[in-house]
């Protein structure tokens, strides 16, 4: 079975700084998808940043991007220029490719506090 | 027009008794799931749909009872509530997985139930 770990419970930034989120998974599976989805305090999860284990290129989304490691099944959230906007909740996900149907699997997630 | 809309967002009620969940998408998806987060914040797959066929039924007391009367629609039945079943419970919705899809699922607000 697969299985998502987020290290870090907590982190905290410096408003404009940069910022790293961890996330390590564990499948026997070649394809999948790999995501970041933020929780704000309104409870909403939001996606921010999709990255197909196929493509080598690390996805990048505005401010926010990713570094995939696939051979060390690692796959980091860096968050540049933060803003107190970006104070939430963040899950990593894991979902298979294999069959259609399945469900993402999320890490336990990292609160990110932003400091003015 | 909202993506993924959930009623009712809180839901206080006494143990014992028996409420329902209502979840509806537009986006067109074939897949709709339901997840619990519990007080630590953690998510799990608790059910998923496909085409109004239960394809995902993970270890859930028999109390929790989903029903999908069409794709669009998945709605989420509670008998006896007890005060475990406290959570926050998000339906959300998702393309199979094929490529040239978008392949993240898209969640509602979540529904805030509060037993007592």
């Known amino acids: 079975a697969q299985t998502v770990t987020q290290s870090q419970p907590e982190m905290s930034v410096q408003e404009a700084e940069t910022v790293t989120l961890s996330c390590t998974y564990d499948?026997?599976?070649?394809?999948?998808?790999l995501f970041w989805y933020k929780q704000p305090p309104s409870r909403q999860m939001i996606l921010v940043i999709r990255?197909?284990?196929?493509?080598?290129q690390n996805a990048t989304e505005n401010r926010f991007s990713v570094n995939f490691q696939k051979a060390a099944k690692s796959f980091s959230l860096k968050i540049s220029d933060s803003q107190l906007g970006d104070a939430a909740m963040y899950f990593c996900a894991y979902r298979s490719a294999t069959g259609g149907y399945n469900k993402l699997i999320f890490g336990a997630g990292t609160r990110l506090a932003v400091h003015p | 027009d909202t993506a993924v809309s959930q009623t009712p967002k809180y839901l206080v009620t006494q143990m014992g008794n028996d409420k329902s969940i209502k979840c509806e998408q537009n986006?067109?998806?074939?897949?709709m799931y339901w997840y619990k987060q519990d007080s630590k914040k953690f998510l799990k797959i608790m059910f998923s749909?496909?085409?109004?066929?239960?394809?995902i039924n993970e270890t859930v007391p028999n109390r929790f009872s989903p029903k999908s009367p069409d794709k669009a629609h998945l709605n989420l039945h509670i008998n006896s509530l007890e005060l475990g079943d406290s959570a926050v419970y998000f339906c959300a919705s998702s393309h199979e997985v094929s490529r040239g899809l978008d392949t993240e699922a898209f969640f509602g607000q979540g529904t805030r139930l509060t037993v007592v």
């Open positions: 986006l067109g998806h074939d897949t």
């Open positions: 749909y496909n085409n109004k066929e239960l394809i």
């Open positions: 499948t026997s599976e070649s394809d999948y998808y």
């Open positions: 990255q197909e284990a196929y493509k080598q």
